[in-house]
């Protein structure tokens, strides 16, 4: 309990013990995120890593589906996601005259590709 006990002389020298109780400090919760933004976890435990305080609502909604940009929870509508490939020295292999069509055999000449990524987050 968080009580702490004070004692006291009252009138005719009656000793007068007062309980006074303080309530524990609100508990602080966090939503843990790694260094791209994305959600690993909320917690109202203190372990090592990025978090944000979040309230209560945030924290018993317990959404994965945002992400954490400058200290912020921005929502994923909010964000748009752009995808280019690009030609590159690893990835999937394509013939050089139809990038449609995959080749399984590495030892036949073509181009390869990756998805290059890009966010673009709206106020």
Excluded: C
Aim: aromatic share 12%; no cysteine.
């Amino acid at each position: 309990m968080n009580e702490k006990q004070y004692v006291t002389v009252g009138p005719g020298g009656d000793l007068i013990i007062n309980f006074v109780y303080e309530p524990p400090p609100p508990p602080e919760f966090r939503l843990y995120y790694d260094d791209k933004g994305n959600v690993l976890f909320y917690s109202g435990e203190k372990p090592e890593g990025n978090y944000i305080v979040v309230d209560t609502q945030t924290f018993a909604e317990a959404r994965m589906d945002v992400k954490v940009i400058n200290g912020e929870i921005i929502h994923n509508s909010n964000i748009t996601k752009i995808y280019k490939l690009k030609p590159t020295t690893e990835g999937t292999l394509t013939y050089i005259d139809d990038i449609s069509l995959i080749i399984d055999d590495k030892d036949l000449e073509g181009t390869y590709w990756n998805f290059d990524e890009k966010e673009i987050i709206r106020e």
